[in-house]
């Protein structure tokens, strides 16, 4: 099996802190699908501030997927805003956000 070749989100900005210490760091993989086609039934949805680019999305989708309950993470970023998290599973609220929070970002509700 071969690895694709992964390339940052159109959006990226200059100001995002997780690429510009280390851009040729490698990018954590887990269970993810950064797919805004839709939340599936029965997902909990965060808002969550400062994510900018493909690198971001992977490391909460990363965080995010290693809980105990998570079945499915979506990541959706919104350009110049609040980008939404779906997670879908048993695992809590409170568990969901320390884990994304954990991974230097605000989440803004749940």
């Given amino acids: 099996m071969t690895e694709s070749t992964r390339t940052a989100l159109s959006i990226v900005d200059t100001g995002c802190s997780c690429c510009a210490p280390a851009g ?65 599973g048993l695992a809590s609220t409170d568990a969901v956000r320390d884990a994304i929070e954990a991974t230097g970002y605000r989440v803004l509700n749940g």
């Fill in 24 to 88: 040729d760091a490698a990018i954590p993989t887990g269970r993810q699908s950064a797919d805004p086609r839709g939340t599936p039934v029965g997902a909990e949805t965060y808002q969550v501030e400062g994510m900018t680019c493909g690198h971001c999305a992977d490391s909460v989708t990363e965080a995010v997927s290693f809980l105990n309950g998570v079945n499915d993470v979506r990541v959706e970023l919104v350009a110049g805003g609040a980008s939404l998290v779906s997670v879908t």
